[in-house]
């Protein structure tokens, strides 16, 4: 059984397209996948009731297909196999899930064969996955779900862990929406194509919280940290990626004590991340946000 996890932006989604830095850590609970010879290749998502078989997909162009043949394809595998994938992970949700699913077959198919990939070779690798559902996927997603951690990703110079002071408490909350990466990606291309000096110096005002943040992780500084999530959001509001639900969210959290919150992933709907000052707090935002409706759970990151 092989497992991939999940992530988390903490500062940086969208800027990161843009060749800034975000910061991100992979979450406790993920994708785990088996991988079995067979005798035709099939694909079936536990969780979404889903199963598909690739290659002999007449009419089928679905996205999941096209991902699986491609994954496939990079990875030189040609025999028929069987392939299952279950998730602790909602899809949609900007938690990493589509990168975890890649990363968690890949390690399945390394299972299979005995090849051991490293972590940057099976971020790659799933790379062809992701480019199906997403165009220009920066490669945070696919390396956070493989190297796992806490860190700084920018595109061309890869993941430089950090050492958290203390481990982080996190609360993270569904939208009850879920949103397409690829359409907000493009819906912010929209903007840059229309006013690129706008959007160039928002991307930029967020490579610098994200930077900000990575010392205030380093040095315990949490309010900090929860200011400098409070400002990414703001930026990423500006650039319309925040919903009205999220608002809502957002509320909640500084209400029952949240030091900052923000969007997490793509937006448009999917997740919002709350930091907390200890597991007390935590839990009354989560409690909270539960009785206000939304799919909610505590996630301790950083942790040595
Ligand atoms: C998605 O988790 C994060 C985005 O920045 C897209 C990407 O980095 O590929 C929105």
């Known amino acids: 059984m092989a497992f991939a996890p999940g992530k988390v932006i903490l500062l940086g989604e969208h800027a990161v397209v843009y060749g800034r830095t975000a910061l991100a850590c992979a979450l406790d609970r993920g994708i785990t996948a088996t991988a079995e010879r067979s005798a035709r290749t099939h694909l079936r998502l536990e969780p979404w009731g889903l199963s598909i078989t690739p290659f002999e997909r007449g009419d089928d162009h679905a996205d999941i297909t096209l991902a699986t043949e491609a994954l496939l394809a990079a990875y030189g595998f040609g025999e028929p196999v069987s392939l299952f994938v279950s998730a602790q992970i909602p899809a949609g949700n900007g938690l990493g899930c589509s990168a975890a699913i890649a990363v968690a077959l890949v390690r399945a198919l390394d299972e299979l064969t005995g090849a051991a990939h490293t972590a940057d070779e099976i971020a ?32 061309g110079e890869g993941f430089s862990p950090i050492l958290a002071r203390h ?22 291309a929209t903007q840059h194509a229309r006013n690129p000096e706008r959007v160039e110096r928002a991307m930029e005002s967020i490579d610098a919280l994200a930077r900000n943040a990575s010392l205030a992780v380093e040095h315990g500084r949490l309010a900090e940290l929860g ?78």
Do not use: C
């Open 227 to 304: 200011a400098l999530m409070d400002l990414n959001h703001s930026l990423l509001a500006s650039l319309m990626l925040s919903t009205e639900r999220l608002e809502t969210l957002r509320g909640i959290a500084r209400e029952h004590g949240a030091l900052g919150s923000k969007l997490t992933g793509a937006g448009g709907g999917g997740a919002l991340v709350a930091l907390a000052v200890d597991d007390e707090t935590a839990r009354a935002i989560e409690v909270a946000l539960k009785a206000d409706g939304s799919e909610a759970f505590v996630v301790k990151v950083g942790a040595p």
């Open 124 to 155: 790659d690798l799933s790379l062809a996955w992701e480019r199906v559902f997403h165009g220009t996927p920066s490669g945070i997603d696919t390396t956070i779900a493989s190297r796992g951690g806490l860190g700084l990703f920018r595109t």
């Open 167 to 188: 481990p982080l408490t996190l609360v993270v909350a569904s939208s009850g929406t879920t949103s397409s990466t690829k359409t907000m990606v493009e819906h912010v």
